[in-house]
């Protein structure tokens, strides 16, 4: 069953009212008054746990880093055969399903929320800082919290987020770090993860 947004107002009419009610949500890039980008990080912003797939007509890959930057958990670019678009809503459906049933991973100075979908922890002023996270980054994040100290190769990685399947393990991998790096550097939280060249990562617990 599908709702369908007109516009960001009607959008946000849904989500408010019903904001546990959906399990995915599509928005396209060029959405009016602001764009669907902008709508995913006002999600990310005010906490919300949906899953968002952002459809677009840019390309290549490299113009959709700000995207994932801002919580987009994967993109279509249009035009696109809808055997497609059922295909990555589908597995983002088992990425968000796999989830713990638990509410929280505690590990160190980290605490995990799977239902908020972010984590908190000192900042490198000292402060307690909450990071809002896309399912990518939950399930990364969940694989370092499991092992602390532990060395995590990338094709450890790769399998714990699933539904990869293009480019090189070596340069899918090295690309979703540096999203991810970059992400909580912007919440002053940095040299989290140390890269052991030829071999893995390891996060500094």
């Avoid at 107002?9 to 396209?28: K, V």
């Avoid at 295909?87 to 399903?97: G, V």
């Avoid at 638990?102 to 160190?108: E, F, I, P, R």
């Amino acid at each position: 069953m599908v709702d369908w947004a007109q516009d960001v107002n009607e959008a946000w009419g849904y989500l408010e009212s019903q904001s546990t009610y959906y399990t995915l949500g599509i928005f396209d890039q060029l959405l009016p008054e602001i764009s669907g980008l902008e709508l995913c990080r006002s999600l990310c912003d005010k906490n919300h746990s949906l899953p968002v797939l952002i459809l677009t007509s840019k390309y290549p890959q490299e113009s959709h880093i700000p995207g994932l930057d801002m919580g987009v958990d994967d993109y279509l670019v249009k035009p696109f055969p809808m055997s497609e678009l059922s295909a990555k809503l589908r597995a983002m459906k088992t990425r968000s399903r796999l989830l713990p049933s638990q509410q929280q991973l505690k590990s160190g100075n980290f605490t995990l929320d799977y239902h908020l979908r972010t984590v908190t922890l000192k900042n490198d002023r000292g402060e307690n800082q909450v990071i809002p996270l896309t399912i990518k980054e939950l399930k990364l994040l969940e694989c370092f919290l499991k092992h602390p100290n532990q060395i995590i190769t990338s094709n450890q990685i790769l399998a714990q987020l699933g539904d990869i399947n293009t480019g090189t393990i070596t340069n899918v991998v090295a690309t979703q770090m540096r999203l991810f790096r970059r992400k909580l550097s912007e919440y002053y939280c940095t040299n989290l993860i140390e890269s052991l060249y030829g071999v893995g990562y390891r996060l500094k617990h």
